[in-house]
């Protein structure tokens, strides 16, 4: 199963809106169930899923905390799309639907699982939009450590309104939330240190943002190189400290060879070019929350190192 690379977000709750765009059907305009303010026709009370308002594509990614402790969460914005605020409170039943979930791996070449066995839907998949509001919530309960470690996501469609005199909107009445958890390593570092390069050697100096991939690993990229094809995976071995470094999967500078002590003697040979040279011996200090990196790999040219200290913020 794919390891999760997610965007990790510092709030309780944030979206990624992942959307494709559609053309919308002149009927289902026309009855206005398919815009999130009705303009044309006031007796048309749309409910419907508010992850996007523009288009069919109605996906969310959040990121949680880790933690081993039960968590309620509000994850599913439903909102009644009129001008007005619901009159009284509005009682929506949503429904699990993972055929979502499969649609979109085949359409995006994505690997998300099924997570049902790991969280408990609250209320019964009933959300309660209040009366002086347009929207209400769907809840789920869980600990947020059990998701580590893979990709998930759940579908889910509405189903029903108890209320009568309201429509479930024509094609935002379902959709597609990934759960993301980040790790404690995860956040964003001050980097400082030295590449290594056979025709542009150079210092580095730069904020990096070092992304969960498990429960003890981050992603990072090599030196200033940027782009997908120069990721690497730093695996922090909690009992030892001792980093293991490897070459995030489609990386086209693989494979990576870490350095714990000392520089390539050899195509080319190098010696320190700055002061913190040492520490750079592939090691993570947990009181400080610090990286000690050096590793990199065979180009063109002769080898391509790094050496950077990095330093949560």
Request: glycine share 10%; net charge negative; charged share 15%.
């Amino acid at each position: 199963m794919k390891k999760l690379m997610i965007k990790i977000l510092t709030g309780t709750l944030s979206f990624l809106l992942l959307t494709t765009t559609g053309c919308l059907k002149d009927d289902d305009y026309k009855k206005g169930i398919i815009q999130s303010v009705h303009s044309n026709d006031p007796a048309v009370k749309a409910v419907e899923i508010g992850l996007t308002t523009t288009s069919t594509a109605n996906f969310l990614q959040v990121s949680f905390n880790s933690s081993d402790i039960d968590t309620t969460v509000d994850l599913i914005p439903v909102t009644l799309a009129t001008l007005d605020a619901a009159p009284a409170d509005l009682h929506i039943t949503l429904s699990s639907k993972q055929s979502l979930v499969d649609d979109y791996n085949t359409t995006n070449s994505t690997g998300f699982g099924d997570p049902s066995a790991l969280y408990t839907l609250l209320d019964g998949g009933v959300v309660t939009i209040p009366k002086g509001s347009h929207t209400g919530f769907l809840k789920i309960k869980f600990k947020p450590s059990d998701f580590l470690g893979a990709d998930w996501a759940v579908g889910f469609a509405i189903t029903a309104i108890a209320e009568s005199g309201y429509t479930i909107s024509g094609n935002l009445s379902t959709g597609i939330v990934a759960i993301g958890i980040k790790n404690k390593y995860d956040g964003n570092y001050s980097a400082v240190g030295y590449l290594y390069h056979p025709s542009s050697p150079r210092t580095l100096n730069a904020v990096k943002h070092l992304s969960t991939i498990d429960a003890n690993t981050v992603s990072v990229t090599l030196g200033d190189l940027g782009g997908a094809g120069y990721v690497a995976w730093l695996t922090v071995d909690p009992l030892t400290n001792k980093i293991t470094v490897t070459a995030a999967p489609g990386a086209s500078s693989a494979p990576y060879t870490q350095f714990d002590s000392g520089l390539p003697s050899s195509s080319p040979g190098y010696i320190p070019a700055w002061s913190e040279s040492a520490k750079c011996n592939n090691t993570y200090d947990p009181m400080t929350h610090t990286y000690y990196v050096r590793y990199g790999y065979v180009g063109g040219t002769g080898w391509r190192v790094t050496e950077e200290i990095l330093a949560l913020q």
